[in-house]
């Protein structure tokens, strides 16, 4: 059993951007809540939905400071 982390590479060509954990979810609700929602399928589609509407925007922000 391996713990994937950030940035970790899965292959030569991909790696890990982001791992959402439990502890993420606790500055915005409170333990119990933050059980529910991390152990919740709903949630993590809501969550991932969000992401990936997000994603264009950060790859080419990215891109751009580097160019800077």
Do not use: C, G, H
């Not at 950030?6 to 292959?11: A, E, V």
């Not at 991909?14 to 399928?41: C, G, Q, R, T, W």
Request: hydrophobic fraction near 40%; proline fraction near 1%.
């Amino acid at each position: 059993w391996i713990m994937l982390t950030q940035k970790d590479n899965l292959t030569d060509d991909s790696y890990i951007v982001l791992i959402l954990s439990k502890d993420d979810l606790l500055p915005y609700v409170n333990e119990d809540l933050a059980d529910k929602l991390f152990n919740n399928d709903i949630f993590r589609e809501y969550f991932e939905n969000n992401l990936m509407q997000d994603w264009d925007l950060s790859l080419q922000t990215a891109i751009q400071d580097m160019q800077e």
